[in-house]
Nanobody, 126 residues
Framework: QVQLVESGGGLVQAGGSLRLSCAAS????????MGWFRQAPGKEREFVATISWSSSFTYYADSVKGRFTISRDNAKNTVYLQMNSLKPEDTAVYAC???????????????????WGQGTQVTVSS
């Protein structure tokens, strides 16, 4: 069973930065793409970013492109989301997820992910 545990969320002022981490259990972390998604109150879950198994491919939602950076350290079974220039509209619960394959051009689709973390709250004040 794969477990994903996020950390690093919190309260930050607009324009600030946060770095989220997602630690995964198991020895197969490096074989799968990973993604970050977010969900604000009353809204649908939204894709944020994804990274392929080897880090050679990354893809971002237009709303975060140029501000957020996804990365991974397969030796540490951890994926990161560096969030800069945060805006109040970035406020949400952020969850990491493990995809069902090393890479797919559809890794923005939540249906591609079969393991999810509980999420960490990010609140950006104006």
């Amino acid at each position: 069973q794969v477990q994903l545990v996020e950390s690093g969320g919190g309260l930050v002022q607009a324009g600030g930065s946060l770095r989220l981490s997602c630690a995964a259990s198991g020895r197969t972390f490096g074989f799968y793409a990973m993604g970050w998604f977010r969900q604000a109150p009353g809204k649908e879950r939204e894709f944020v970013a994804t990274i392929s198994w080897s880090s050679s491919f990354t893809y971002y939602a237009d709303s975060v492109k140029g501000r957020f950076t996804i990365s991974r350290d397969n030796a540490k079974n951890t994926v990161y989301l560096q969030m800069n220039s945060l805006k109040p509209e970035d406020t949400a619960v952020y969850a990491c997820a493990r995809a069902s394959s090393p890479y797919s051009s559809n890794d923005f689709d939540p249906a591609r992910y079969n393991y999810w973390g509980q999420g960490t709250q990010v609140t950006v004040s104006s």
